[in-house]
Structures are given as structure tokens and as C-alpha cells.
């Protein structure tokens, strides 16, 4: 739980673009860098190739659809899955509906989620094979 061997990227400090309040977009979202969200998105979001990037979804915002993006701050609403591969921050106005999957969580109180939380380890932990010792006649 407090185990910190394993340090994440840090999150990207600027944001690149905005979805500005009363912006209604219709279909997924690919950005690189970050991204904030004040308006409704009605798609999947997600960065570049799979690359790092950061979303912050405010307090007013609502995003309809799968999320898949490295470091995620949401404070809105978002109905869908959540993939963060490295860090997940749920304010204290955060509603999610569906299930989340993070490698680290920070979860403020008044935070609601509708859905299964699924701590993803990295995917370059090894798998260690053990075998039978054979006892000596």
C-alpha cells in the first residue's frame, strides 16, 4: 500500500487544450500532452498512441465514454470505464458509473463510484517459477 519502489511518470504540468463549458463534442477524443474538460464529451477519450498525457475533468464537465489516459483528475462526472495506467485522482465532486482499473489512487471524500476499482500492477512485473526440491535417500 505505502510501498514506493515503483514511481510513476509525473503528470504532465500544462495543458495543451480545452473543452471549454457549454462545448457539447460528439465522438472520441485524441489529444497528446493535456487536455482539461469543462464541457460534455460524448466519446472516448484517450492520448496519442498510447503515449502519456494528462485529462482533468472539472467540476462541471462530463465525459460519456471510455477513458484511457495515463493521469486522470476528474471532479466531474464521467459515465464509463476508467483505465489510468499511473495515477487516478478522484476529487471530492467526482461521480463515476463503471468500472476503473489505476496503478495509483487518490480518492478525496464525497467521491462516488459506481463501479469496480482493479489496482493494475505494472506490466513488467516477473513471474517466478518454484520448483519441487527432491529429498536426498
Known amino acids: 500500500m505505502f510501498d514506493r519502489k515503483h514511481k510513476h511518470a509525473p503528470p504532465q504540468k500544462r495543458i495543451d487544450c480545452l473543452i471549454g463549458a457549454g462545448t457539447t463534442v460528439h465522438g472520441d477524443v485524441t489529444f497528446s500532452g493535456g487536455l482539461r474538460v469543462d464541457g460534455i464529451v460524448r466519446g472516448n477519450v484517450a492520448t496519442a498512441e498510447g503515449e502519456a498525457g494528462t485529462l482533468v475533468v472539472s467540476e ?24 489510468a495506467n499511473d495515477f487516478l485522482e478522484l476529487q471530492a465532486k467526482a461521480k463515476v458509473v463503471g468500472d476503473i482499473r489505476y496503478r495509483s489512487l487518490e480518492m478525496h471524500l ?28
Open 60 to 83: 462541471q464537465a462530463r465525459i460519456d465514454g471510455e477513458i484511457q489516459v495515463s493521469h486522470v483528475v476528474v471532479n466531474g462526472t464521467v459515465n464509463g470505464p476508467i483505465v
Open 110 to 137: 464525497g467521491a462516488v463510484v459506481q463501479g469496480k476499482l482493479d489496482h493494475g500492477e505494472p506490466a513488467a512485473a516477473s513471474v517466478v517459477e518454484l520448483k519441487r526440491a527432491v529429498a536426498d535417500k
